[in-house]
């Protein structure tokens, strides 16, 4: 009940033995060539042993030295060595090889027509699948998703500038945003001192021959942005207040930090219309040493 449950192997019977047989050749040649460099090493040690080591020296049958009856000895097992894996084992041999080989094509061929048999059988409920099929359309929507920081009067910028400073909320939008597309207004962009790391910003702008680092892509719409963001699950339009209330007409999901306080600001988020979006996430964070003021995690989800 308890025992080890035994390994059935996943390579049929045919070409378990191709592969056995193979290993049972390179063995067969691996140890001739052994033998065969221990035979030239043994010959040079017999005749110095003879010759300079005087081992045997007065030992001469038929008037000839030792050492050649051994060499030629051990000569004779090396030739039956050589026979016994290119002769006797001749079954081993390229023939062998190309009727092995013949056999195994032989065998896949039967499985790829098994396999296509099983495919057709099952296209029927493959072409009901929603995975299948987005895979198909080049036009498969993305989640598009804003992310921002407002102010309980919806105040989330003046002079270009953020009003506050929150560690956590830098820290989420980072965690969110790493590795996606984000979409901006110039303005907002001209506010990072650099390109944030490790995100591929997507810059709007009607100037001509705006001139951003490299990498860094620049377009004229909101819609030229979401173009070049075709093939990304979820991109995000991180700012400022023009490019939101565009944004928010056709956004999938919100996340927001909600910072619970009024501030004199001069952009601002627009009111979050609560019969077109459903609030699904809600995380309260007290003020404290990092924290000056009270705020929440919100995510909205359009309904």
Do not use: C
Not at 79 to 88: A, D, E
Request: proline content about 3%; cysteine-free; overall charge positive.
């Amino acid at each position: 009940m308890f025992g080890k449950k035994k390994i059935v192997p996943q390579i049929d019977k045919d070409q378990l033995e191709l592969i056995q047989n193979a290993q049972k050749r390179i063995k067969q040649k691996k140890r001739l060539y052994i033998h065969f460099v221990i035979f030239l090493i043994g010959a040079v040690f017999l005749i110095l042993a003879n010759t300079v080591l005087k081992i045997g020296e007065k030992f001469k049958p038929f008037d000839i030295d030792w050492f050649v009856f051994a060499i030629l000895i051990w000569l004779f097992f090396l030739i039956y060595h050589i026979f016994n894996v290119f002769i006797t084992h001749k079954f081993m041999g390229k023939a062998w090889e190309q009727e092995q080989l013949e056999k195994l094509v032989a065998k896949q061929k039967i499985k790829i027509e098994k396999l296509k048999t099983e495919l057709k059988r099952e296209m029927p409920h493959i072409a009901k699948s929603e995975i299948y099929n987005e895979s198909l359309n080049p036009e498969r929507k993305s989640e598009l998703t804003i992310i921002v920081a407002a102010a309980e009067n919806d105040a989330i910028g003046k002079g270009n500038k953020l009003i506050w400073h929150l560690s956590d909320d830098l820290k989420r939008f980072k965690n969110l945003t790493n590795g996606h597309h984000i979409i901006m207004g110039r303005k907002t962009f001209e506010s990072f001192p650099k390109p944030l790391p490790n995100r591929t910003h997507i810059v709007i702008t009607r100037q001509a021959d705006y001139k951003v680092p490299e990498g860094v892509i620049v377009v004229n719409s909101l819609e030229a942005a979401i173009d070049v963001t075709k093939n990304e699950l979820q991109p995000f339009v991180i700012g400022g207040g023009e490019i939101y209330k565009q944004a928010l007409a056709i956004a999938d999901k919100i996340e927001l930090t909600r910072i619970h306080e009024n501030f004199e600001a001069d952009t601002f988020f627009p009111k979050i219309d609560t019969t077109i979006w459903k609030e699904t996430a809600n995380t309260f964070h007290k003020k404290d040493e990092k924290h000056d003021y009270e705020f929440s995690f919100l995510t909205y989800e359009r309904k």
